[in-house]
């Protein structure tokens, strides 16, 4: 069949391999925890046994699973970013090792990898009690060329593919990888040419860009991203991508021709390495540079290289819902538990993709005190400063502090945090910002602290100490006209015995999700800022 659709050759573009791509193709053991199960499972092709990592959700049956697919030199043991989101959202889970690493020919795009990963996906729905109709499959680099090859290739009605920095024509990866000095080269012949001839019929044979459109794909969604210095800075050139969405856009939609990648754009984007008049969209708090949906395909190039968003990747999965496309802007001025990893802050931008989360939130802050010693950690003497150089609109303000208030060694000063509460308001009041923007301004209630856990120097009597903090907190934010959350009340539903704290003082990744979630529920939208792309 004759392709009317251009694909673009990188002939043009010369670049220098880069240790930046091996990070995403780190083939050491990863390290899991006790929650993911290693499985064997039998191939339905030739009765050999794959390993697969598997994790069960703890709601019980009905829930969606998530399919995950190493990277070209990984295997199922491969280190996956995504698995602490996983547990946060309490997704079922499967990475199979569908052969290993692509460097034979039994691996590398074979039918033999299409099997394994159609036995993977019956094998974790039976051990699960998956909800058949919420199968994702997801995967970066190589991970992405397996999932566009399921999508080319695969039976099973899965319902959403998410492909990053993907590889689409083995041909192609093969001539940029010989003209990096890259050893993907090398294993792309030991796949497809066992004499060390180039077999390009094979290496066609292996590519999603060359294979025809199943027919059979329908309800499916297919989401390609990649970053816009890939090839630059990473070993998977964005033509890949590209190409292969004008591909499915001509197979699958060919009355929306109009709405292909044209060469222009391409030449644009590869001289450039931005695209001139992008809207002002983010995803993962990064520029996009150029997003195109046509139907149920969609790809997007964004201000990265050879990498996968991870804190976003699960929320872009359109998981019994469509995915969050909110445009806003949040800022959020909290302590530690706002402030560490998987804190409620960084689940903020989990929940929204395309919003800009800016994280001023400091361990160790107090709202009117200066900690440790430590003027920085005084609320009431950094505001000023944490206000400045935001351009962005902002839509709404989070305040979450108290907890290092309530310290033993602040106990004397208890009675002076209504007053620096208020205080601290009203110069987030009568900042600049807030003048400009009117955001919407949310107050957290302090998280509960347990004594029986916590460092009893640091934090001996707090418990009582953030109790009378959040009965002032009720009424100051009604005054202010602000929005109260008391994550207390979600915590209290939480079954008997669930651990709130991982060390009396810091909420777990898990209640750190449930106060984002009180943070989402609260918010309100402007209409004009919640659109993502006309496009």
């Known amino acids: 069949m004759k392709r009317e659709f251009f694909v673009v050759s990188l002939c043009l573009l010369c670049s220098v391999f880069t240790t930046f ?89 074979s039918d033999l990898v299409i099997a394994d990963i159609e036995d993977a996906i019956a094998y974790a729905i039976e051990k699960t009690d998956a909800d058949k109709s919420q199968v994702h499959i997801v995967g970066a680099s190589g991970g992405g060329y397996a999932s566009f090859l399921c999508y080319m290739k695969l039976q099973y009605p899965v319902r959403s593919f998410s ?30 040419s066992p004499d060390g001839t180039p077999d390009f019929v094979e290496m066609r044979k292996r590519s999603p860009l060359h294979l025809p459109y199943p027919a059979h794909r329908k309800g499916s969604s297919l989401y390609i991203y990649t970053g816009i210095h890939d090839g630059y800075t990473g070993s998977v050139p964005v033509t890949h991508s590209i190409n292969m969405y004008n591909k499915i856009v001509y197979e699958k939609y060919p009355a929306d021709k109009h709405n292909f990648v044209p060469q222009e754009d391409v030449v644009k984007m590869l001289a450039m390495r931005v695209f001139p008049g992008a809207p002002q969209a983010t995803v993962g708090n990064r520029h996009i540079h150029y997003h195109k949906r046509t139907g149920d395909v969609e790809l997007t190039i964004f201000e990265g290289t050879h990498e996968q968003l991870t804190d976003q990747a699960i929320g872009l999965i359109p998981v019994n819902k469509p995915v969050r496309t909110d445009r806003i802007t949040l800022l959020t001025l909290g302590d530690s538990n706002a402030a560490l990893k998987y804190g409620w802050a960084l689940q903020l931008g989990m929940i929204y993709p395309h919003a800009t989360v800016i994280n001023r939130s400091i361990s160790g802050k107090c709202v009117g005190i200066s900690n440790l010693n430590s ?142 979630e009180e943070i989402a529920k609260a918010i309100s939208l402007q209409p004009s800022r919640s659109p993502f792309l006309s496009q």
Not at 484 to 503: K, M, R, Y
């Open 21 to 109: 791509s091996q990070s995403w193709d780190d083939a050491s053991k990863g390290k899991w925890t006790a929650e993911f199960k290693e499985v064997d499972i039998k191939s339905s092709a030739d009765g050999t046994t794959q390993k697969a990592m598997l994790y069960r959700s703890t709601k019980g049956a009905g829930q969606p699973l998530i399919v995950s697919l190493h990277t070209w030199s990984g295997n199922y043991t491969q280190t996956n970013p995504l698995t602490m989101e996983i547990l946060i959202r309490d997704y079922n889970f499967i990475q199979p090792d569908f052969r290993g690493p692509n460097n034979r020919p039994e691996a590398c795009g």
């Open 375 to 516: 003027d920085k950690l005084n609320s009431l003497l950094t505001i000023d400063t944490t206000l400045q150089k935001i351009n962005d609109r902002t839509d709404c303000i989070i305040i979450g502090l108290g907890t290092n208030d309530a310290k033993r060694e602040h106990a004397a000063r208890v009675k002076e945090f209504p007053a620096n509460m208020r205080s601290l308001i009203q110069k987030v009041k009568n900042s600049e910002l807030y003048r400009r923007d009117k955001p919407q301004l949310i107050i957290l209630a302090c998280p509960p602290l347990d004594e029986t856990v916590a460092d009893a120097v640091k934090y001996g009597g707090a418990s009582k100490r953030l109790e009378t903090f959040n009965r002032e907190l009720v009424g100051i934010a009604k005054r202010e006209g602000a929005t109260f959350i008391d994550t207390h009340v979600p915590f209290s539903l939480l079954p008997q015995g669930t651990p709130v704290t991982s060390d009396g003082v810091h909420l777990t990744p898990q209640t750190a999700r449930i106060v984002a």
């Open 163 to 192: 492909a990053w920095m993907p590889i689409s024509d083995l041909e192609a990866w093969y001539w940029e990888s010989v003209g990096r000095r890259q050893r993907y080269s090398d294993d792309i012949l030991k796949s497809t």
